[in-house]
């Protein structure tokens, strides 16, 4: 499975993004997706993942009620939705496909859990 982020860029504080990322070479909806980041000098960390069907989703505690994560199967894309950016939530954002029939926040927010990358699309935000 190929995976390709996109939408980053430079953002105002207060200001919004919508990142995609586009999956091909697999059957898209046999895959839990998530999304990390990882800020300059710090381990990537979970942000946000959506089960195959869109049906649950999770999210890191610092981001809850600021981003929405969706998925398209039908496009193949998955998508992260970040409002009232902070200038903390400047960082290289990274989509991640895991396939798996287990589906539980310990599990989904750990880097290891997941089987394909993409290689990442910089959020920067402003103050």
């Known amino acids: 499975v190929q995976l390709v982020e996109s939408g980053g860029g430079l953002v105002q504080a207060g200001g919004s993004v919508r990142l995609s990322c586009a999956a091909s070479?697999?059957?898209?909806?046999?895959?839990?997706m998530g999304w990390f980041r990882q800020a300059a000098g710090k381990e990537r960390s979970f942000v946000a993942a959506?089960?195959?069907?869109?049906?649950?989703?999770y999210y890191e505690d610092s981001v809850t009620g600021r981003v929405s994560i969706s998925r398209d199967n039908a496009k193949n894309t998955v998508y992260l939705n970040m409002n009232r950016l902070k200038a903390e939530d400047t960082a290289v954002y990274y989509c991640?496909?895991?396939?798996?029939?287990?589906?539980?926040?310990?599990?989904?927010?750990?880097?290891?859990?997941?089987?394909?990358w993409g290689q990442g699309t910089q959020v920067s935000v402003s103050s």
């Open positions: 991640a496909a895991k396939k798996s029939s287990k589906a539980t926040y310990d599990l989904l927010s750990r880097v290891d859990e997941y089987d394909y």
């Open positions: 070479g697999g059957s898209f909806s046999d895959y839990i």
């Open positions: 959506i089960t195959w069907s869109g049906h649950m989703t």
